[in-house]
């Protein structure tokens, strides 16, 4: 390929992490930006084929009416980021994107999300086989009409409820036949819908929220028969990248752990959402289990999550840390952790775009476990230990370079 062309497909793309991206692709296609919190930007992936800002096409589904440059004007107003010269200089770029995207759908995503959507297309009556059907034809359709070589479908909406898995979930034939036989309307959130949409097509799939996305065993068997790459889930930002930066201080100084509270306050929508008890517990879920994973035993932890509206976009935790040392001497750690939520995610996307479109190039499929150090709830590997994440990401990189 002399000059590809890729594509970003944004599920949930008028939302803050999603705008946020967008803006940041068309910034660092302007220079209006410098590529700060670009982890693939670090020298180490010097030498790497890895796409550049300029090269994608952005398009996306979203439930609600919001655009772009609605979106990151929104985010400028109430969070008091981006520059005038930034959004004036990616204004045209934002405009042009927004012509592709495309009604999403609500297919068992939860009652607080259904509320969200403000387009009547998302409601229609349509089977989860239908629901996938519609969506794999905008992905074509997007993919077809801006002769794009790669397309990454990347999840970033709002957190659905919990999801539990059947028999009809734990191979692809078993999951393929429910859906030919029509299949009921909660047999996958729709999160797993565009999972299998883009799989199916043969495309990357990233899922940046604790949705249950393709951590489906029958969608991973699909991956590895279609040849899709996949990642996921729950990006890792704030609150608990500093847990798995901090607990194996920790485990390698032998204190003993006696309790972890962390409590969170943020106002976007993403604390609407959060705000309902069943779509919390898919947050707290992935928010709680990294201690323990990382020190081997199971402390007394607490995470709560509140939504303060006047917060808007800046997401701020408090974490008591009780331990033990020599002597059975008990000691505190407190740390206090403010963040602009989609400033600190949208990157990341970025980041994991980049080296999908980079991993599927050199014909890698399935699941990709060495992006672990992205996720808090990383999928193909138990580890939550950041800094043993990151080495399994440099010796990727360092094996690539090397062949």
Not at 9 to 36: E, F, K, M
Not at 76 to 100: D, I, P, S, Y
Not at 311 to 336: C, E, R, S
Not at 360 to 381: D, I
Request: with cysteine; proline share 5%; glycine share 8%.
């Amino acid at each position: 390929m002399s000059n590809p062309k890729f594509g970003l497909w944004l599920v949930g793309g008028g939302g803050g992490v999603g705008s946020t991206a967008v803006l940041g692709l068309a910034a660092l296609t302007r220079n209006l930006t410098d590529t700060t919190s670009l982890v693939t930007a670090l020298p180490m992936f010097d030498g790497l084929n890895l796409a550049q800002p300029g090269q994608f096409v952005v398009g996306g589904h979203e439930i609600r009416k919001a655009t772009l440059w609605d979106a990151v004007n929104e985010m400028h107003e109430r969070a008091n980021v981006f520059t005038h010269a930034m959004l004036a200089g990616c204004k045209e770029q934002l405009l042009e994107w927004q012509k592709n995207f495309r009604p999403g759908t609500v297919l068992a995503s939860g009652s607080t999300i259904e509320k969200l959507a403000d387009r009547p297309e998302v409601f229609a009556a349509e089977s989860p086989r239908a629901a996938a059907d519609r969506i794999k034809e905008d992905l074509a359709d997007f993919k077809a009409r801006h002769k794009l070589d790669a397309v990454v479908v990347a999840h970033v909406a709002s957190t659905e409820p919990p999801f539990s898995l059947t028999a009809e979930h734990q191979s692809w034939p078993a999951l393929e036949s429910a859906l030919k036989n029509g299949g009921a309307k909660n047999l996958l959130p729709a999160s797993s819908l565009y999972a299998l949409a883009a799989l199916e097509l043969g495309m990357a799939y990233v899922n940046f929220t604790p949705s249950t996305g393709a951590a489906i065993p029958a969608l991973i068997e699909l991956a590895e028969k279609t040849g899709s790459v996949i990642s996921g889930k729950d990006g890792k930002t704030g609150e608990t990248l500093m847990k798995t930066v901090l607990a194996p201080m920790f485990a390698h100084r032998n204190w003993r752990i006696l309790s972890w509270v962390g409590h969170n306050i943020f106002g976007n929508r993403d604390g609407v959402v959060l705000d309902d008890p069943a779509n919390k517990a898919a947050k707290i879920r992935d928010k709680d289990a990294v201690i323990p994973n990382i020190v081997g035993y199971k402390p007394n932890t607490l995470v709560s999550i509140e939504y303060i509206p006047s917060m808007d976009d800046w997401k701020t935790a408090w974490n008591h840390i009780h331990f033990q040392g020599f002597l059975g001497t008990k000691m505190i750690l407190q740390f206090i952790w403010q963040g602009c939520d989609s400033l600190l995610a949208a990157p990341l996307v970025i980041d994991l775009v980049r080296l999908s479109i980079f991993a599927q190039s050199r014909g890698e499929k399935g699941v990709l476990p060495n992006l672990a150090c992205f996720y808090k709830a990383p999928m193909g590997t138990p580890v939550n230990d950041f800094f043993v994440q990151f080495d399994t990401l440099k010796a990727y990189v360092e094996g690539c370079k090397a062949k």
